[in-house]
C-alpha cells in the first residue's frame, strides 16, 4: 500500500540516521589500491558485492528472518539474528552491519512505533548478540507487511546506493557517473534478491574474497575516510 512505501522510502532514505554515509565496505581500500578507479570498475566491483558477497549473505538472512517473523518463528529468527552477526569477515564489515542495525532499530522504535516489536526485541535481547542491518530491516518491514521480494529489493538498491555514493567521493566520480553507475547496477539488484528469495539456507555463504580482503587491509590503510 502507499502507507507502507512512503515508510520504507523513509526507512531506507540515505536521511534516516543509521549512519551509512561512513561506512565503504572496503571500497576506500579497493581505491587507493587501483582495484576502484572509474564508474565501469565501481559498477563491477559492485555486482561482485551483491551477488556474491554481503549481497548474497545478507539477503538470504533477510529472507530468513522476514519470514520468520510472519510465521511467529522465534527460534528460526533467532538463528538469522546469529547467523547475520557471525557471518562478517572483518571487524569493519561486522561493526558496518551491527552499528546501522542498532541505529535503524533506536530509530524505528522512536519514531515509528510498530505493533508487536516488543515480542521480536526480547528475541534479539535473549539471544545476546546485536542485530544486523539486513535482520532489522526484515523485521521492520515483515511487522508492516511489506511482501519479502519488495522489501529485499529496496534494502539492497538502498545497500548499493550507499556503497555507489561512497564510490563517487573517494574515486572521485562526478554525480552523473554515480547515477550511470547506479542504473548500471538496478538489474544486478533485482537478480541478487531474486538468488536470495530462491537459495536454501544450507546454500548460505559468500565468496566475495577480494572484498573480504579490502576491507581487512582497510583496518590498517594510513589515511581513511571512512569506517570500513
Known amino acids: 500500500s502507499a502507507t507502507h512505501l512512503t515508510k520504507l522510502l523513509a ?5 534516516f540516521p543509521v549512519g551509512g554515509f561512513s561506512y565503504s565496505h572496503g571500497i576506500e581500500a579497493a581505491v587507493e589500491q587501483g582495484l576502484v578507479r572509474d564508474r565501469d570498475t565501481l559498477a563491477r566491483w559492485m555486482d561482485g558485492i551483491l551477488r556474491h558477497g554481503a549481497g548474497r549473505t545478507d539477503g538470504m538472512l533477510f529472507v530468513a ?14 538463528w538469522a539474528v546469529e547467523r547475520a552477526d557471525a557471518m562478517r569477515a572483518s571487524s569493519e564489515t561486522a561493526l558496518e ?13 522512536a519514531a515509528w512505533p510498530l505493533e508487536g516489536m516488543e515480542r521480536w526485541d526480547r528475541v534479539i535481547a ?6 544486523a542491518y539486513a535482520v532489522a530491516v526484515a523485521l521492520a518491514t515483515a511487522l508492516i507487511g511489506v511482501p519479502e521480494g519488495p522489501a529485499l529489493s529496496a534494502y539492497l538498491h538502498a545497500f548499493a546506493a550507499n556503497l555507489v555514493s561512497a564510490g563517487v567521493r573517494l574515486v572521485p566520480l562526478g554525480q552523473t557517473d554515480g547515477q550511470k553507475a547506479l542504473a548500471a547496477l538496478d538489474s544486478v539488484v533485482h537478480s ?3 538468488a536470495a528469495l530462491a537459495a536454501p539456507l544450507d546454500d548460505l555463504g559468500s565468496r566475495a574474497m577480494a572484498v573480504d580482503w579490502t576491507s581487512m587491509i582497510h583496518e590498517t590503510q594510513y589515511t581513511r ?4
Open 11 to 15: 526507512w531506507l532514505s540515505p536521511s
Open 65 to 78: 528472518a522476514h519470514r520468520a517473523v510472519l510465521a511467529g518463528d522465534e527460534a528460526a529468527f533467532a
Open 97 to 109: 552491519s551491527r552499528a546501522q542495525g542498532q541505529a535503524f532499530l533506536i530509530a524505528v522504535r
Open 126 to 131: 535473549d539471544s545476546g548478540r546485536p542485530v
Open 192 to 194: 541478487a534478491a531474486e
Open 225 to 228: 575516510l571512512f569506517r570500513s
